[in-house]
């Protein structure tokens, strides 16, 4: 290949000849090849799509000349043009028509030519930096690999191109000023006046990343069997403390996996940021819980260890990563445990007054993983290992699955015992080292070493959801046996370990195997006071809390309360009630109130949750709070995955000195697509009863007339929230005394290629039965700001007719932003509102609808106006111009028409977060 770069136009002009062989059984008539380069080139290849699915708009939104492609101007073979085109779903691949069929065992050879526009390194961290460097990953064309079946698929920042092994020889022109790193061969350097020529050339390569800079950033340090060539962040250390730690991390390398098969090994920052050690990573970089060295280690250990399996082990990458990331993830654990058995989670912040306390700074660093893993599987989210990559949710992909097969073979390799595991992985890549493999090649290697059952691990570990759940269910001692029945609480084929122990001293360790349901042992008792399973926590359970019988009596199997302050990490040990101190502000009567949260919820989610929030609030001078307790049941391989109910109450202020205290029993299903968990479809369907006791003010018409009552209230709401493509619509019922109503909204948004957004949103609702007073509107349909009986809505001021309060917007029921003279509705009401992009994120909205009241005709409603879109949902300014009233601009008090939407509240912002990684 000669690649000519032109950096300053951000080409890259290619001429390439392809030589392949066809080791299949076939007969190749038509081939693929991988073009990934041009995945940049609109906003609806699969690339662009995955990148919205995340809620990321930078490239949607991105200018055309910060987008890559690549056109391909021919492809030739014996100098005869071939017919070629890009698949019409995936224009990063291209099939092409050979002259003659390719026979096995034949080889066919094509040349190409073809000019590549270098993407912003923005969208996946390859491409032209903001400092002009190029950093290159997939940048050329390649063969894609057939083996009984052509394995080609298109790119999704997933980092994951399955391409044979290659012969590569590279002619690389580049302007003079820029260093060139790479982890191929460098062969020769030819320096002209304007330019460098710089031929590279490799053998069995798969990664030819490719990294121009114009003042490098990488240092070589030459090891006894490679050159480890790397530009991660040193964290300050001296020049000798980085070769001892890239010595102690090479001589890692070669003791577990033999010798390196290239001359040098590429760890570069882009990849770090791209597979962090996470914990690190979140926290400001003023922090620093662990020693410099300690953090650069692991830092080149984890690439170093990544790049090494992905240079040397020929899988498919999208369908069996769990391998890689398994192998690598065990490693890291075993380095940890070898050189800093001591290490703490938390680092020197476990030290500190305050936190020493906490549970979480007893935790030791490699403790990590089995909490990554268990944050999916506490809340329904984890899925199978051998899922493709492309199928996972964000945070499974990068963090938890990746956790679980480490911690998996960590499991396995205890489970296996006597260094079998890790000798067989040694052994493995010894005779499999640079030649295509799978996970089934892995399994038969391992099963031949070792005479143990272990199919559980293939079957049900990897391949599927099922939690592993064990507790001690009966214990009968006499003096010298013990007998005692183990329950599998989960439908799985997986073994547990036995401990029994002397008080913390250890006597004896068994597997238990071939659990159906129940097993009961007798086992000698030998002094043993206290029976646990899966003492060593190696086993990644669902539920540590009943692992554990005391032989020395009833009492003692009961745990102890543990009050905190503060949440912390779930200590299986004791019953632990969490203290928090609140200091918030939810509406101007209350104010400011102060409290403390008295809750059970830890990071890891539990079934049972309750919290108590007693409050006093500053303004008025009266004790408030809320109390709530649920329970929720996870479902797994069904649509419904989750059921939860509970019932919740709170007293707060409504208005000025006025109070109101609500009840609501509620009961919700939850449903999503159980074959596809990326999709954001969303079903749920909720039964609640709302029982409101509010303090009666004659002066105030809205609460003269009732001021109790209760609702029975169902509704449907099915969602499918994405960046491009967003609908969301809802039924609603509800039956009171005196009343029952339906209503619908439905709201859709629309992100265009041009950028431009629009937004509709239609809301019907009519009342079934309506005996409440004519002159009181509290129960009736509200055209901009409903009344909220219900007391759903985050009204800062809800009871306020005028002030900056009374201007909050919330979009419900008619929606509309200006208030008009027919502002309510007894009867029915139906309205639409739309709003679109003038630029950036100025919008044009308008309102329209019909008002029905009894006695009275249908009166047509329309409001419109300007709206500042800061953050949807979340942070919107409303400036209204035109509507019924007239010119709204040119009236008096016009500030006192502008309306706001804003939250304040942290779990709501949280999701901004949420939505990005589940």
């Given at each position: ?9 951000k080409?890259?002009?290619i001429?390439q000849?392809?030589r ?35 809620f ?196 890692f ?148 699955s ?16 006597s ?13 499999n ?47 010298d ?10 439908d ?92 918030e ?70 208005a ?78 509800q ?39 004519t ?30 309060f009374?201007?909050?917007f ?11 003279e ?97």
């Open positions: 290949m000669k690649a000519d770069f032109d950096i300053e136009n080409q890259i002009k001429s000849t392809i392949y062989k066809n080791t299949s059984k076939d007969v190749l008539k038509t081939i693929y090849l991988n073009n990934w380069a041009n995945s940049f080139a609109t906003k609806k290849t699969p690339l662009a799509i995955r990148i919205a699915d995340e990321n708009n930078n490239f949607h939104l991105a200018k055309n000349k910060e987008r890559g492609f690549s056109i391909v101007t021919s492809i030739k073979q014996k100098d005869v043009d071939l017919s070629f085109q890009p698949l019409q779903e995936q224009i990063d691949v291209l099939e092409v028509e050979l002259l003659n069929p390719i026979k096995p065992n034949e080889s066919y050879t094509i040349q190409l030519e073809y000019i590549v526009q270098v993407p912003n390194s923005k969208f996946t961290s390859y491409g032209l930096t903001d400092s002009g460097d190029l950093n290159l990953r997939y940048w050329y064309i390649t063969p894609a690999i057939y083996n009984s079946k052509w394995q080609y698929y298109s790119n999704k920042d997933l980092d994951d191109l399955y391409i044979p092994k290659s012969e590569i020889n590279m002619e690389v022109k580049l302007p003079n000023g820029y260093a060139l790193t790479s982890e191929l061969d460098l062969s020769n350097i030819t320096q002209n006046k304007d330019n460098q020529l710089v031929k590279l050339n490799g053998k069995d390569r798969i990664n030819t990343k490719l990294f121009l800079s114009k003042q490098s950033t990488f240092n070589t340090i030459q090891g006894d069997d490679f050159t480890l060539v790397s530009n991660i962040n040193d964290e300050g250390l001296e020049v000798i403390d980085k070769v001892l730690i890239t010595e102690k991390v090479s001589n390398l070669k003791i577990n996996f033999g010798q390196y098969p290239h001359k040098k090994l590429l760890v570069t920052q882009t990849d770090y940021d791209k597979n962090p050690i996470y914990g690190l990573n979140f926290l400001p970089k003023f922090i620093k819980p662990y020693p410099n060295h300690f953090q650069y280690e692991l830092k080149l250990l984890k690439i170093a260890l990544k790049n090494y399996l992905e240079n040397t082990l020929l899988i498919n990458p999208r369908t069996e990563q769990w391998l890689l990331d398994g192998i690598q993830i065990f490693y890291v654990m075993n380095y940890v445990d070898e050189h800093y058995p001591n290490m703490k989670f938390l680092g020197s912040i476990a030290d500190f007054w305050g936190v020493r306390s906490f549970h979480a700074a007893d935790m030791l660093f490699n403790d990590k993983y089995v909490l990554g893993h268990m944050l999916m599987a506490r809340t329904n989210r984890d899925q199978p290992l051998t899922m493709p990559k492309d199928s996972l949710l964000k945070f499974n992909y990068n963090i938890a990746r956790y679980k097969a480490g911690v998996g073979l960590k499991y396995l390799d205890d489970f296996i015992n260094d079998v595991l890790e000798t067989s992985i040694e052994d493995f890549f010894y005779h080292k640079l030649k295509p493999t799978s996970t089934k090649d892995f399994e038969t290697f391992l099963k031949s070493r070792t005479d143990k059952d272990i199919d559980w691990f293939f079957t049900d570990y990897l391949n599927t959801r099922k939690k592993i759940d064990f507790k001690i269910k009966k214990v009968i001692k006499t003096e046996s013990i007998t005692l029945t183990i329950k599998n609480k989960r799985n084929s997986m073994p547990v370990s036995l401990y029994t122990l002397n008080n913390d001293s250890i006597i004896s360790k068994r597997w238990i195997e071939n659990i159906n349901k129940t097993k009961t042992i007798t086992i000698p008792r030998d002094s043993a006071n206290k029976l646990v399973l899966n003492y060593n926590k190696i086993i990644p359970e669902f539920n540590l809390r009943d692992n554990w019988k005391s032989l020395k009596g009833f009492f003692f199997n009961n745990k102890p309360l543990q009050f905190r302050v503060f949440q912390d990490i779930e200590d299986p040990n004791y019953n632990q009630v969490f203290f928090m101190p609140v200091l502000f939810n509406n101007i009567y209350d104010g400011i109130t102060l409290g403390v949260r008295t809750y059970n919820k830890t990071l890891l989610r539990k079934r049972l949750n309750y919290k108590i929030e007693p409050k006093y609030s500053l303004k008025s001078r009266s004790l408030t709070g809320s109390a709530v307790i649920s329970m929720t049941h996870y479902l797994e391989n069904t649509d419904l995955y989750a059921i939860r109910y509970g019932i919740g109450a709170g007293y707060s202020s409504y000025e000195d006025l109070f109101v205290r609500q009840i609501s029993p509620s009961l919700t299903f939850l449903f999503r697509e159980d074959d596809d968990f990326r999709s954001n479809k969303r079903q749920s369907i909720v039964l609640r009863y709302v029982d409101i006791n509010r303090d009666r003010d004659v002066n105030n018409i809205l609460t003269s007339s009732e001021p109790n009552y209760g609702v029975l209230n169902a509704r449907y709401i099915h969602s499918n929230d994405n960046l491009i493509n967003f609908n969301k619509w809802y039924t609603d019922f039956v009171a005394k005196n009343f029952s109503k339906v209503s619908f909204n439905y709201e859709y948004r629309r992100l265009f290629e041009s950028n431009r957004q629009l937004n509709l949103r239609v809301f019907a609702g009519a009342f079934l039965k309506n005996n409440n007073p002159d009181s509107d509290y129960f009736s349909f509200a055209l901009d700001r409903p009344t909220d009986y219900l007391f759903d809505y985050a009204y800062l001021g809800r009871s306020e007719d005028s002030g900056i009374s201007q909050q919330i979009e419900a029921e008619g929606g509309f932003k200006s208030k008009l027919t502002p309510f509705a007894n009867q029915w009401m139906t309205t639409l509102n739309a709003s679109t992009t003038l630029w950036k994120y100025i919008l044009a909205y308008g309102d329209i609808g019909l008002v029905k009241n009894k006695f009275d005709v249908p009166h047509i409603v329309y409001d419109s106006g300007i709206r500042i879109n800061l953050v949807t949902d979340y942070f919107e300014v409303y400036f209204p111009i035109y509507s019924n009233l007239g010119w709204e601009i040119g009236q008096q008090n016009y500030d006192q028409k502008i309306r706001f939407k804003f939250t304040v509240d942290p779990q709501v912002l949280l999701g901004l977060f949420r939505r990005r990684w589940y």
